[in-house]
Structure formats: structure tokens, C-alpha cells
């Protein structure tokens, strides 16, 4: 029974929950006091012991119920009992006819099971469920039965042709079975694998080539990524808070006092929060990316803590406090109708934004702060107001250019991004989640190597 | 203390009629994983809303088995001191003043300064033994011989930092402190962690636990708990109340009313006597199951058809 549980386990595994050896050896412990006769309790207790947050245990109950549904195997030889007792075995026979003919049903569905294993249950994918089920048949030994059934249908009389009729009707039955079980099998294994890829294709993508139905996916990816980096990340934030005993400055600063340990120093760090200032644009040059970049705002928004966030176009608005207040399909379609903020959608004007900026919220740009600019930095022409950019950038720690349109293309036509870039600390092509991720990545990085070293 | 249940011998029944007799109404699941945590002797993590009871299941746990229960309510800062153990440093001051005599007498006698430091070390350990430590929660676990109950309530409130203290002590219940040893349990005790998901809870802790998530209970068991709790109030306003209270959960809250404040609302109602709910009793009574006036006006709109609603949930 103890195989039953392995491939429980694979099959949770594949879907995406994670279960380690130690809770393999929880769940067997677990399965020898419940048993299997109580399907409840069975499932009760291995989601306690497999199942460790409450998206696991949904991926979990689906995954049980295809499992160990109660309909149970399909029965391979299905029917064919009654019509193989009038078929004598020949000693030529291959093992699979004799199988067939005189195997009880058990034994073909050992014999199924085993095929299965042999070809790697595991690697079975979306588009691998033909060449998955000749492997089994292979396995089982199809070629004896085709031989045999060849055999029949070259010699003369009746009781020949009849047997070869028998055999051919068992194979078609036989792998019909195994077609359904290949299908059981794809449900459970290969799922995940399929979306896998799907996921792995998304990440790659252009943002501009991706459509408005993949906008949950990829908000979903996004959030993952943004929670890893938080995760890797808040801890080294986190402990540069501790203050703990510095012996050796105590030491130094008392020997003024006769070495009596009097003042005492502590290892103090400063808590060093990321400071961050977006600036997104979101006009019609980047219309087809600006929900992605907008997505991506978002899940920052929940993510960091001190985060400002604006959009601008003809001119700048502050949305911090709708993506705090809103879900996110709300936020984003608020943002983009403008009806709310005083979004105006004319020409995209840099410079004017610029010089908004630069007059209302210059004061909060410190030399803490990091700025981000997402945009593709076409100013139609207009006056692209360096300057003020240029003070921007004295006054921030970092100021990030992420431009949409890939390097070849920077400067070109209207782009005032050549004049743009001597400003910048760090300005780079970003249309794939893939290229987000890492300058979240630098980002932080750059963070906290430099708040341990302020210490 | 006389065990009443010996935990070895705990059977999936007998703990789901022990917690229903010890006044905690549980689901199979909850008394399942209960089960399991006795045979296995794993801790248990309980996740779920605020107050649907997670707290309540370790007590009643406790009640159930006759064990004591030791609590350790978690917050941010925690630190080892006050969760594993502490030296008593005014107790070693005081004894190191003591025996400064004895000292003398034990140097006194010895030529020169190496030879009284050589001396000096054969009792160097002295002043950091078992006699001097204080132990605090986690600690006073293990050297409980009958075993304990064993509550880390919010758990998730703690510090990341927090749980790596507490991976020793959940999957090999011993403490090691570097002055002493390792300390094992000497009856390994039943653990409870409780978390509300304000974080993520590491991986490393997770796998040592079994996890048991408790939901918001659905109509048919909160009108037993309300029951269990509050026996004074009639079937027919029991089921008025469930009613109406399954209904806010609905609405988009601040803060959806937990099991703890459906049974607040309930002994409110049994003190004034009602007999049914009526629109002015809900409006006048509504501050006991919601805490935010924002929710208060917001289920106000809706009060007449929610109470009528409520009243045609007891005819049925």
C-alpha cells in the first residue's frame, strides 16, 4: 500500500504543493493509524500532514478526490473472461496473450501499473499522452500479442481465424484501458507541468505582445516574484535593527575611565527602509505595455513599504492611495480612464512633468530615496527639461530609468532618452516580467548592501 | 494531577466526544488532527480568521487530557530570555558576595597568582548550573513530568527569528543552552501554535507541524456552539441569530464577527430577555458583533431585510 502513497505524493508534488521526505514519512505514520477504509478520515488526516497553508489544501482536495476517486482503475480486460475460455494457449504464445487469456483481471492491472512505472509516470506532458501510451504497451509486450495475432490470421481453418478475431477484439480493449488510464494519469501528474510551461512562456514574453486574458497570470507571477524578493530581502532589513553589545568600542571608549566598563556601546545599525518614488508614464506610446508596468506598481505598492507612486502623461497625479484603497482590476481601470485622478491624456509632456514634479515634490526626494522612472521617455518634441531632472538626480541615492523600447531605438525619432541618460544611475530595457524581476533584484540588492555598510 | 485521559490511548471518538463534553464543539477534522498529534507526536499548527476558536482548542485540549496548560502569547521582540530560559543574575550576585569569605579561604591558601587561578577554575561552572537558571515558558514545557498543554499563541506576531528557537523544541523537544547542555523533555508535551496570517510562517517550521486550518464554522455548528455557550437563549432566536450573522459575514467588512462575538451578541440578547430579533433590537445590540462604525452604518442599510430574512430562516 505503501505505493499508493508515493504516487499520492508525486501526483500532490506535480500539482505544486511542496512535500518534503520528512512528511512523506508523517503521512505513511499517519495512513497506518487512520487506515484506508475511511475515506474521510483518510483525507482529513493526510491534508493535516501534506497540506501546510490553505492553498495547498485547496490543490490538495482536487487532487485527493482525483486520486482516489471511487470509481477506482478501470478494469483493462473488461469482458473478455467469457469469450477466453474458448481460446487454447499455444506454447509459442507471447506473455501478454497469456495474459490476456488466462490472467485474471488483477494480474492485468499489475501488469498496467508496472508498464506505467517502467516509462516514468512523472514525465508524462501535455503533449506526450501518444508516445506515453505506446511505451506502456511496448512495455507490457504488444509486440508478442501482434505477432500471435498475425500468426492466427496466416493459417486456415476456423478455430484460427476465430482465435485471432478474440485476440484482436482483447487488444482493442486492452489499449483502450490504457488510453483512459494514460488520461487519469495526465490529470494528476501533468497538470502542473503544462501551466509550468505556460508560466515559463509568460515570464519571456514582451509585455507588449501579451493579452488583456493573460493579465491574471502574469499578476499572479508577479506577486510571487515580488513575495520572493520580499521574503530574501526583509529579513537583512530586519536584523539591522538588533543592537547587541559592541565590546570593542565599549572597551575603547571606556578606557577614559580607568577601564571601568561605564559607558556602554551598542551595535547599532539604522533601520534603512527602501524609500521609493515611481514615476510611470502612461500614454499612448506605451499603451501597450502600461498595464503590465501598472500591474507591476501594484504589487510593489503591497509589497514595500514606503512607496509613492504617480502616473503621468500630459501631467503627474499621485495614485498611492488608490492602489492602497482598490483591488487591483479597480486601480488599474481608475488609472486609466483618469476620471478621478485629473489625469489629463494629451501629448506626452517629460518636461512638464518634470517641472511638476520638481516644484511640488522635490522636498521628499532625500538621499535616501530611490527614484524610478518607467517610461519610453518620447517627449513629442517638447522641451525635455534636463535640468530639473539633472537636480532630481543630485538630491536622490538612485535614480532608475526602465524604458520599454529596446536599446536601438533609444534616441531615435522624439526619444529624449540619449539627453536623459547621462542622469541616470542606472537605465534599462525592461519589457519582459523576466527583465522586472531583476531590476527588483539590483534594486533591493543595492538596498541593503548599502544599509549594512552605513552601519 | 490525575490524568483523566492518558493522550497514548486518546481515540479519534473519545476526543470528539471529550472536547464536546470539555464545551468546545469541533469538527471530525479538528478531533482527527488531535489524533494525530497525540500518536505522532507532532505539534500542531493551527491557521483560521480571529476568534474561531483557535485559542479555545488548546485550552479545551488541556481540560480534555487534565494537563496544565502553559501559554506564550507572542509579540514582535521576543526574545530567548523570555521564551527559553534566563540566568538569575541577581541570584549569582548575591551569591558571588556570599561566598567572597569562602573565596578568600580558597586563594588564601595558595602561592602565587597562577596557582590560585588554577584553583579558581576547578569551580568556575558553579555560578551557571540549573540552580541558576530561570526557566520561562518553553523551558518550564519540558521539565513538566506529566507532560503539558503547551499554547504558542500568534505565533506570526513574533519575529522571523523567533521560530528558529522554537524549530528545536517541535521537532526533538530539547533546548539546548550552551552553559549546561541539551535539556530533553522529560514528557514530551502537546503542542499548539496558533498563527491569524499576518505572515507567511516558514517552511522549516511548517514541516515540523501538522496544520490544521479552522474556517468560520457554517450555520448548523455555530448554532451548537452558541448552544454549548449561551443555554439560556430559545432554539427560535438561535436560529434568528445564526441567520443573521452568516449574513454580515457576507457584506465586505473591516472586520467580520468571529464565533467569540456571535456568542458575545448571544448572551447580550438572553440578559435582555428577547425573544426574537426586530429591527431596533438589532440596530441597538449591533455594537457587540461589529467594532468599526463604518461597518455598523453599512449592514444599517440593510437592516430590515436582513432581520426579516432572518425571521423567515426560523419558520423554515
Known sequence: MEEVLEEFVLALRSSGVLISV?????AMRAVDLVGYADRQLLREALSGVLAKSSDEKQVFTITFERFFSSEGFPDPCQGIEDTSIRVDLRASDSTLTRLLVSGTPADLVMSVREGARAVDVATIGFFFQGPY????????????????IEMAHGEDGAASQRRAMILELARSRLIENVKSFAGRQYTLFAGSS??????????????????????KRIYAI?????????????????????????????FRANIAFDGLMFDRMWKAKKIDRPDIIVLCDVSRSV???????????YGLNQTLVKIRSFVFCSNLVEVSDIFDRCLVEEALARILTGAETGLLMGRTDYGEVFREFGEKWLDTVTSKTTVIILGDGRNNYGDPQTEILKAIYRRCRRLIWLNPESRPLWGAGDSEMNRYLPFCHLAKECNTVRHLERVVHALLRHHSSLSSSSG | ??????????????????????????????????????????????????????????????????????????????????????????????????????????????????????????????????????????????????????????????????????????????????????????????????????????????????????????????????????PGLSERLRIQLISFIQQVREFDLKKAPSVGETIDWARTLALLHADMLSPDLVRET????????????????HLLKMTQKALSAALD
Not at chain 2, 597568582?113 to 579558581?120: G, H, W
Not at chain 2, 568556575?124 to 518550564?140: G, Q, T, V, Y
Not at chain 2, 504558542?152 to 522571523?160: I, L, N, S, T
Request: charged share 30%; aromatic share 8%.
Open chain 1, 222 to 250: 508577479i506577486q510571487k516574484m515580488l513575495k520572493h524578493l520580499n521574503a530574501l530581502y526583509a529579513r537583512r532589513r530586519k536584523t539591522s535593527k538588533r543592537g547587541q553589545l559592541d565590546f570593542k568600542r565599549t
Open chain 2, 1 to 230: 494531577m490525575q490524568r483523566e485521559h492518558a493522550r497514548e490511548f486518546a481515540s479519534r471518538e473519545s476526543i470528539l466526544q471529550g472536547l464536546g463534553e470539555a464545551g468546545y464543539v469541533c469538527t471530525s477534522e479538528i478531533a482527527t488532527m488531535l489524533f494525530l498529534a497525540c500518536h505522532l507526536e507532532k505539534p500542531i499548527l493551527v491557521e483560521g480568521p480571529a476568534g474561531v476558536g483557535k485559542t479555545e482548542l488548546a485550552k479545551a485540549a488541556a481540560a480534555f487530557f487534565g494537563l496544565p496548560l502553559i501559554r506564550l502569547q507572542c509579540y514582535e521582540g521576543l526574545d530567548e530570555s523570555k521564551v527559553l530560559y534566563e540566568w538569575k543574575y541577581g541570584k549569582q550576585l548575591l551569591y558571588t558576595q556570599i561566598l567572597r569569605d569562602k573565596l578568600d579561604d580558597i586563594v588564601g591558601s595558595s602561592s602565587g597568582l597562577a596557582e590560585s587561578v588554577q584553583k579558581l577554575h576547578q569551580y568556575d561552572d558553579m555560578f551557571f548550573s540549573p540552580h541558576f537558571l530561570e526557566p520561562r515558558p518553553l523551558l518550564k514545557a519540558l521539565q513538566e513530568e506529566d507532560g503539558v498543554v503547551l499554547l504558542v499563541d500568534e505565533v506570526d506576531k513574533a519575529d522571523q527569528e523567533f521560530e528558529a528557537f522554537l524549530l528545536e523544541i517541535l521537532s526533538d523537544f530539547q533546548i539546548s543552552i550552551p552553559e549546561i547542555g541539551t535539556i530533553k523533555a522529560l514528557s514530551k508535551p502537546l503542542v499548539f501554535l496558533t498563527s491569524n496570517n499576518t505572515r507567511e510562517m516558514s517552511d522549516a517550521l511548517k514541516r515540523r507541524c501538522l496544520h490544521l486550518f479552522i474556517p468560520f464554522p457554517d450555520p448548523k455548528m455555530e448554532r451548537e456552539i452558541v448552544r454549548v455557550h449561551v
Open chain 1, 133 to 148: 501510451i505506446r511505451r506502456i504497451l511496448h512495455q507490457m509486450g504488444l509486440e508478442g500479442l501482434n505477432h500471435d
Open chain 1, 22 to 26: 520528512a512528511e512523506c514519512i508523517d
Open chain 1, 194 to 215: 503544462t501551466e509550468g510551461a505556460i508560466e515559463k512562456y509568460l515570464r519571456n514574453a514582451r509585455l507588449s505582445e501579451l493579452e488583456e486574458r493573460d493579465l
Open chain 2, 286 to 301: 449591533l455594537n457587540t458583533v461589529l467594532k468599526f462604525q463604518e461597518d455598523i452604518h453599512m449592514v444599517e442599510d
Open chain 1, 287 to 297: 499603451r501597450a505595455v502600461v498595464r503590465f508596468l501598472l500591474l507591476f506598481l
